[in-house]
């Protein structure tokens, strides 16, 4: 086994203080190593990543208790993530994003509606 060291940063991504198991909470560090390195990868500005994210104008980028990305939009930039690492999406194209409908609009505004494969209802048996 090779062990490689320098891509995750240590103690950034561990739990703050002493919490239950069923509330942990990351450090601010691993919020803002996350969101910096997010916002150079999809190559959007701070302000149009909060904006395709959800995020209200008016609002700051981190809100909250402890002045963290929400658990919905951190699914919401990890899906973004993917997408471009998956679909080659011109991501720093991106304007907006309505959630509910799934269109992604770009800046020449015109709508893109990717056809994902759809989850399949197949049940497997389970053996014991």
């Keep these: 086994m090779q062990v490689m060291s320098g891509l995750v940063p ?7 203080g ?5 509330f942990n909470y990351g ?14 990868y999809l190559g959007l500005t701070r302000f ?3 904006i395709v994210l959800g995020g209200e104008p008016m609002h700051s980028d981190r ?3 402890r002045k963290m990305l929400s658990q919905l939009r951190a699914i919401r930039l990890g ?10 999406i011109n991501t720093s194209a991106l304007y907006a994003i309505d959630w509910q409908t ?7 505004g015109q709508p ?3 056809d994902l494969p759809q989850a399949t209802e197949e049940k497997v048996p389970v053996t014991a």
């Design 18 to 22: 002493q919490q239950s198991s069923l």
């Design 63 to 65: 809100v909250g208790r």
């Design 27 to 40: 450090k601010m560090e691993a919020t803002t190593v996350f969101w910096d390195q997010a916002q150079e």
């Design 102 to 108: 799934g269109e992604m609009l770009f800046r020449a």
């Design 48 to 50: 149009r990543l909060w």
């Design 112 to 114: 893109l509606t990717l």
């Design 10 to 16: 240590p103690d950034v991504f561990l739990p703050t």
């Design 79 to 88: 899906w973004l993530i993917q997408l471009k690492a998956m679909f080659n």
